[in-house]
């Protein structure tokens, strides 16, 4: 797998980074997040490794979106919430219509607990155990649950290219 788009577009600009923005609608354990959060990093640094890519990591901003009146927040409100941030975010024009500003993630409780309860981020879970949600900025398309392991860059690859039809599925994980 080559990230060679994702690469072109931060070689245009040294300070541009790439990642999906990520909706934290969960509250009250501040100590689960930060291990949710560890384990998203270091499985997408090892994901980068694996393909030769791990130069990138160094560029990858998740833009945690931090609100406590999000908690357990559904789809359709952190659709609105994403729709607001690409309309009124300061980065630059050519991001438009990448997988940054086409899709994001949503983190509840649930999702949370499926990525600590499952494997152990140094080990690639391949059934997708661990999952978050994908929420496509498009209401047409609307979510999918995706195997952590399986996001970076995997995920956002095939957002870029093939598109969205490619990997979401309506029932299950998205593992692919």
Same mark, same amino acid.
């Given at each position: 797998?080559?990230?060679?788009?994702?690469?072109?577009?931060?070689?245009?600009?040294?300070?541009?980074?790439?990642?999906?923005?990520?909706?934290?609608?969960?509250?009250?354990?501040?100590?689960?997040?930060?291990?949710?959060?560890?384990?998203?990093?270091?499985?997408?640094?090892?994901?980068?490794?694996?393909?030769?890519?791990?130069?990138? $990591?160094?560029? =990858?901003?998740?833009?945690?979106?931090?609100?406590? @009146? %999000? +908690? *357990?927040?559904?789809?359709?409100?952190?659709?609105?919430?994403?729709?607001?941030?690409?309309?009124?975010?300061?980065?630059?024009?050519?991001?438009?219509?990448?997988?940054?500003?086409?899709?994001?993630?949503?983190?509840?409780?649930?999702?949370?607990?499926?990525?600590?309860?499952?494997?152990?981020?140094?080990? $690639?879970?391949? =059934?997708?155990?661990?999952?978050?949600?994908?929420? @496509? %900025? +498009? *209401?047409?398309?609307?979510?999918?649950?995706?195997?952590?392991?399986?996001?970076?860059?995997?995920?956002?690859?095939?957002?870029?290219?093939?598109?969205?039809?490619?990997?979401?599925?309506?029932?299950?994980?998205?593992?692919?």
């Amino acid at each position: 797998m080559q990230c060679h788009r994702v690469r072109t577009a931060l070689e245009k600009d040294p300070n541009s980074k790439w990642g999906f923005v990520i909706y934290r609608c969960t509250y009250g354990d501040d100590a689960a997040w930060e291990k949710f959060m560890c384990h998203l990093q270091m499985r997408t640094r090892l994901n980068l490794e694996t393909y030769g890519e791990s130069d990138l $990591f160094s560029r =990858i901003d998740w833009s945690v979106q931090q609100d406590p @009146s %999000l +908690d *357990e927040a559904g789809s359709d409100e952190v659709r609105e919430r994403f729709a607001r941030w690409v309309k009124e975010g300061g980065e630059k024009d050519y991001w438009l219509g990448t997988p940054r500003h086409r899709a994001c993630i949503r983190v509840d409780k649930f999702l949370l607990e499926t990525v600590l309860d499952g494997p152990k981020p140094e080990d $690639f879970d391949s =059934i997708g155990t661990g999952f978050v949600e994908l929420v @496509s %900025l +498009d *209401e047409r398309e609307g979510e999918t649950y995706v195997g952590l392991s399986y996001l970076v860059p995997r995920i956002y690859i095939l957002l870029n290219g093939p598109g969205w039809e490619n990997f979401a599925v309506k029932d299950g994980v998205a593992i692919p």
